[in-house]
């Protein structure tokens, strides 16, 4: 087989096995030009983050406090991070949430500035129309 040279050219599920065997995608497997050992779960997933900021015209230096959340977040496994994404969405929500209802206590307040507002700016009759 491959080990041994009797196998210069494998064929696709050869190479499907070597590729789940190794715990890389048959692009890397493919790719003389990738290095040993292949990339982790979240080198990839950070890989891939910066591919879609780049598309998005999103990419450039990151603040420190941003690679700080980033370093923190590669950090936690697939559990830690499920449960971060839950915070971030509930005080998403929260804050959501808070916003609308102290839109709703400040509607009747900026409607009477509005219309306060319409009242100072109207043009007052004129003397040529009145007569």
């Given at each position: 087989?491959?080990?041994?040279?009797?196998?210069?050219?494998?064929?696709?599920?050869?190479?499907?096995?070597?590729?789940?065997?190794?715990?890389?995608?048959?692009?890397?497997?493919?790719?003389?030009?990738?290095?040993?050992p292949p990339p982790t779960d979240a080198q990839t997933a950070a890989q891939m983050v910066d591919a879609a900021m780049a598309r998005a015209g999103l990419s450039g230096e990151l603040s420190?406090?941003?690679?700080?959340?980033?370093?923190?977040?590669?950090?936690?496994?697939?559990?830690?991070?499920?449960?971060?994404?839950?915070?971030?969405?509930?005080?998403?929500?929260?804050?959501?949430?808070?916003?609308?209802?102290?839109?709703?206590?400040?509607?009747?307040?900026?409607?009477?500035?509005?219309?306060?507002?319409?009242?100072?700016?109207?043009?007052?009759?004129?003397?040529?129309?009145?007569?």
């Amino acid at each position: 087989m491959l080990e041994n040279g009797k196998t210069l050219q494998p064929n696709v599920v050869l190479c499907l096995r070597l590729a789940r065997l190794y715990g890389v995608d048959l692009d890397w497997l493919a790719d003389e030009e990738r290095d040993w050992p292949p990339p982790t779960d979240a080198q990839t997933a950070a890989q891939m983050v910066d591919a879609a900021m780049a598309r998005a015209g999103l990419s450039g230096e990151l603040s420190v406090e941003e690679q700080r959340v980033l370093s923190a977040w590669r950090s936690l496994n697939d559990r830690q991070r499920l449960e971060v994404m839950g915070y971030i969405s509930g005080f998403a929500a929260a804050v959501n949430a808070e916003g609308e209802a102290l839109a709703r206590r400040l509607a009747p307040a900026l409607a009477r500035a509005e219309q306060k507002h319409q009242t100072e700016h109207q043009q007052p009759p004129s003397a040529d129309r009145a007569g």
